[in-house]
């Protein structure tokens, strides 16, 4: 069999470089979510500094990373996903799905797949 030996490099260089391509595109796809979400928020006192991306392993999270709770709000989560976070992911599931495609299209690639 011709190319077996080609074959088996390139995968182990696509499994060496996969987890950090992954996170990297995670971490690119979101982005336009977490500026979405942004510009959705008109709340008096929201920190939109504060909103971001937090990357796991097989995921992507859009968050709000301030920790103080002052009671005031006890439903501002629920109002912050409902009104900003998910309006925003609606709005670039394409652009996501597109994003995704591109970085493992690109992975393939430069493994010599």
């Given at each position: 069999?011709?190319?077996?030996?080609?074959l088996k490099?390139?995968?182990?260089?696509?499994?060496?470089?996969?987890?950090?391509a992954v996170?990297?595109?995670?971490?690119?796809?979101?982005?336009?979510?977490?500026?979405?979400?942004?510009?959705?928020?008109?709340?008096?006192?929201?920190?939109?500094?504060?909103?971001?991306?937090?990357?796991?392993?097989?995921?992507?999270?859009?968050?709000?990373?301030?920790?103080?709770?002052?009671?005031?709000?006890?439903?501002?989560?629920?109002?912050?996903?409902?009104?900003?976070?998910?309006?925003?992911?609606?709005?670039?599931?394409?652009?996501?799905?597109?994003?995704?495609?591109?970085?493992?299209?690109?992975?393939?690639?430069?493994?010599?797949?």
């Open positions: 069999m011709r190319g077996l030996f080609e490099r390139a995968l182990a260089k696509a499994e060496l470089r996969t987890p950090l996170v990297e595109g995670l971490k690119k796809v979101a982005e336009p979510v977490v500026a979405a979400s942004k510009a959705k928020e008109v709340w008096q006192g929201s920190s939109i500094q504060t909103i971001g991306t937090r990357v796991t392993g097989r995921s992507v999270f859009v968050t709000q990373r301030k920790r103080k709770v002052t009671g005031l709000r006890p439903d501002f989560g629920a109002l912050q996903m409902r009104d900003a976070f998910i309006p925003a992911l609606e709005e670039n599931e394409q652009e996501i799905v597109a994003g995704m495609e591109a970085t493992i299209d690109g992975l393939i690639a430069s493994a010599g797949l």
